[in-house]
């Protein structure tokens, strides 16, 4: 049986899909592109597809991964243009590797997030940027099935700066948004991943809390990379990595391909 990993976005419209909604268009895409699929025993078998860490309804993503596992042997990169041209436009599949490693989720330790905040200038996203940086904690509510839950946001906030939209490549606005003579700030923080989950608005409401920052419009928020964090470097890293080298170290096989879209490279802010 071989397992293949792959990367997937959430993209323009496409963000406001739900993680159930995506499981249906990728089932589709499956049987579209006449993907051997294995399948779980039992009265309903399922095809075997494990989803890792998907991100919250309404926010973007340029780094979503699976694993599926198949009766027989793909190249991983034609793999991905097939399944590719079976998805929506905005869910596209962007990379695909043979899994050659353990432990795809346990490598998933961080993310890297951008924050639009239309409306906001920059020196005011930098003000309450600070305060939540220099605060020993912040408390911030969230409702659960179980009623209110309330926990610190602060201590999962690795590093969490404000630039202007000229400064970055603004990826959570659409080209007809950029530039323009509104104000507008992005936030790029890096996040670990914990228990209770620290969830982009989670950040938004200690900012409020601690700053009394709120955005006149709400935030576009898009996921830009999760995998490992690197504490010496500041860097979340590819979670794919691994399964790369061991293919590199692997026996060489005649393949047609091979993956050409990576995980982006992005380093957590200073």
Request: with cysteine.
């Amino acid at each position: 049986m071989q397992r293949i990993r792959l990367r997937y976005t959430k993209r323009g419209r496409l963000r406001f899909t739900s993680h159930r909604d995506f499981q249906r268009a990728f089932e589709r895409a499956l049987r579209r592109a006449a993907v051997p699929m294995a399948y779980s025993a039992g009265f309903t078998p399922h095809p075997k597809v494990s989803y890792a860490n998907a991100a919250p309804t309404g926010t973007g993503s340029e780094a979503e991964y699976l694993e599926i596992a198949l009766t027989a042997p793909r190249d991983p990169e034609k793999l991905r243009e097939l399944l590719d041209e079976s998805m929506p436009t905005g869910l596209d599949i962007v990379d695909a590797v043979e899994a050659r490693t353990s432990g795809l989720a346990d490598r998933l330790t961080a993310s890297v997030w951008e924050l639009r905040l239309d409306g906001v200038s920059v020196e005011e996203a930098a003000r309450a940027a600070e305060a939540f940086r220099t605060a020993e904690t912040v408390e911030v509510q969230r409702k659960t099935k179980s009623g209110i839950r309330t926990f610190d946001a602060r201590e999962a906030v690795v590093s969490l700066d404000a630039y202007g939209a000229h400064e970055v490549s603004d990826v959570s606005a659409g080209p007809a948004d950029r530039p323009s003579d509104a104000p507008c700030a992005i936030l790029r923080l890096v996040v670990r991943h914990v228990t209770p989950a620290v969830r982009p608005d989670d950040v938004l409401s200690g900012l409020r809390a601690v700053a009394d920052l709120a955005p006149p419009v709400p935030a576009a928020v898009t996921r830009l990379a999760q995998g490992l964090f690197d504490a010496e470097t500041g860097t979340v890293t590819d979670p794919l990595a691994l399964d790369r080298e061991a293919a590199g170290a692997a026996p060489q096989k005649a393949t047609a391909g091979t993956a050409t879209a990576t995980a982006p490279a992005v380093e957590g802010p200073a």
